[in-house]
Structure formats: structure tokens, C-alpha cells
């Protein structure tokens, strides 16, 4: 079967792979049909994603058919559904705890392991999520959605409470849909006019500017992995106040502890997402709470991804989230 292999540092393309075993015990078969590409994707493209080895099938952000599943899963074949790629080992001590988003044995599809850029794949049926009255490319926004969710539930926003969040690429709008119908005052920090116009003119966001410089909030949310932003953001942290990284560096970043201590910063870390953030956005999705259909460009055949990911890297293109299609 055919699946696109990052085989080198800035060398993806189609290859022939063998035919996935059949599925162990509680596990799907599972045939893909849309694939939304991450910023991780295009960070391991470049050798900046510090946990993908060469060579990987990417993705994993996914909208899937389900050609076989065992009986009782509660899928059958034909189903349509959307897909949990952070595979957790059930018995660590924070899997135990109900954080299988930081399982200490994490496998997440894509990243650690192969995972969807390929005709047909395995994986447990738990992992699988019903998603009716949704297209399949709105299936393939579920997971970005799902991070963003998770990063506004650590840092907990009030009504009323002013929310900053510095970078709108694709995680950092995630975050921002996550905050509909949190109550709290929302306003959005971002460098390229490209982006700011996005928030402002195809979302209806004004609260948009291009530098956090000078502005205060009771949260914090950096979505920008960019270590001189992550440095500056306790700055924008009112006293008593949180601050989330969602967006994560390979290296080390630098905070200023008196600042930090003066303020009594809880600062917070976000990564990944579970299974209750998929229920969530899952649901605002089916209610039109929230929409992504704006960030999804034109669908990519597989043929057109080596050509199209120097495109995607560049922001000003205006393109928030790339689909390919491999139905």
C-alpha cells in the first residue's frame, strides 16, 4: 500500500509499505480518508520536532473509515470516525490518575510511531470517536481543537476574567475556540498581519494586536513555541495570575524568577489532550458552537504534499490548516 514517509530531514513522498498485520485484540482496521497536517509535521519536517525519528509515517490528525472491528466495539464496518492518536499504557501512575494525555509511556501516532499518512492502519477501538453530522475534513480539525481545549482547562478561566493568548497559528486559534462560552475577555497577541487578519475578518475577533507588550491578564496562554516569546510572557501575567505554555520548544527557555515570585505566577504546562477534551469539542462542533471550516484549505492529493510543505511553512501564505485527502 502507498504512505508518505518523511524519510530525511525535509524529504517527504509517497512509498510502498507492506499491508498493516491484522488487528490484534480490541484493535480497528481502520482505512484513512483525510489527514490535517500539524505544526509538528511541518517542525519535523525541518528537524525541530524532538520526538519524531527518520523515517516516520506522519499524521495524526485524522478522519478514518472503519473496515473491521470487533464485535462490541460499537463500530462497524463503514462507520466513519474521527481519531485519539495518544496511545497511553493504562497502568503508569498517571494513567491511573486519569492524565493519559501524559502517560509516562506515551506513543502518540505519528510522532513516536507510524501514524495515518497511509492508505490503512490499526489501532484500538477505544481510541476511535463517533462523530456524526460532521464532514471529514472538520473530523480532521478535531484533534488541534482538542489541544487547545486541554491548554484552556489548565489554566481554568473565569467569567470576566481577561485571557491573553500570544500566537494565532493553528494551536493558538485551537485555544481560542476553546474559550467560546468561557465568559472570559479574550484578546488575541500575533505578529503577522496575515493571521490578524484571519481573526479579525473570517472569525469576528477585534480584540487583536500585534504585539502583548505592555498588556496584562489574569491567564496566559503561549502558542507560540518560540523561546523569546515564552521568555517575555510572564511579563503579561497579573499578580496572582496563571500562565499556560501550550507551545513547546525542543531546547531550554529562560524565566525570570523574580518576576515570577514577586507575582506568584502559577505557571503551567499543557501536552496533548484526553478523551473528555474529544467529547468536548466533538460536541460544540455538532452544535455549531465552534467552526473550523474556516482554517481548512483546499484538500492536497497525496502526489502534491512534497511540493506543498515548503508552502505551509510559510505563514504569510495565509494557510491554517492543510488536508490531505487519501480517499
Known sequence: MKALQLSALQT????????????PPGHALVRTLRIGVCGS?????????????????LGHELAVEVLSAPEGSGFSPGDIACVNPFLSCGACHT???GRTNCCTRLRTLGVHIDGGMCERFTLPTAKLNS???????????????????????????????RVL????????LAVFEGLRGSGARVTVAERSPTRRRFLTER????????????????????ATGAPAAMSAAPQNVLHGGRLVFVGHHPGDIALHNPLLHAREVTVLFSRNANESD???????????VIDSTPWIAP???????????????????????????FS
Open 203 to 222: 472569525l469576528g475577533h477585534k480584540d487583536v494586536v500585534e504585539s502583548a507588550e505592555g498588556l496584562l491578564a489574569e491567564l496566559v496562554i503561549d
Open 12 to 23: 517527504i513522498g509517497l512509498v510502498d509499505v507492506p499491508e498493516p498485520a491484522p488487528p
Open 165 to 172: 493568548i500570544i500566537g494565532a497559528g493553528p494551536i493558538g
Open 278 to 288: 474529544f467529547g468536548w469539542v466533538i460536541s460544540r462542533l455538532q452544535q455549531k
Open 131 to 161: 462523530a456524526a453530522g460532521l464532514t471529514l475534513e472538520q473530523l480532521a480539525t478535531v484533534e488541534p481543537l482538542c489541544i487547545g481545549h486541554h491548554a484552556v482547562r489548565r489554566g481554568g478561566p473565569q467569567p470576566g476574567e
Open 41 to 57: 509535521d511541518l517542525h519535523a519536517y525541518n528537524g525541530r520536532q524532538m520526538f519524531v525519528e527518520y523515517p516516520r509515517i
Open 299 to 325: 484538500l492536497t492529493a497525496p502526489s502534491e504534499v512534497a511540493s506543498s510543505f515548503p508552502i505551509w511553512l510559510d505563514p504569510e501564505q495565509g494557510i491554517v490548516k492543510p488536508v490531505i485527502s
Open 95 to 97: 494513567c491511573l490518575a
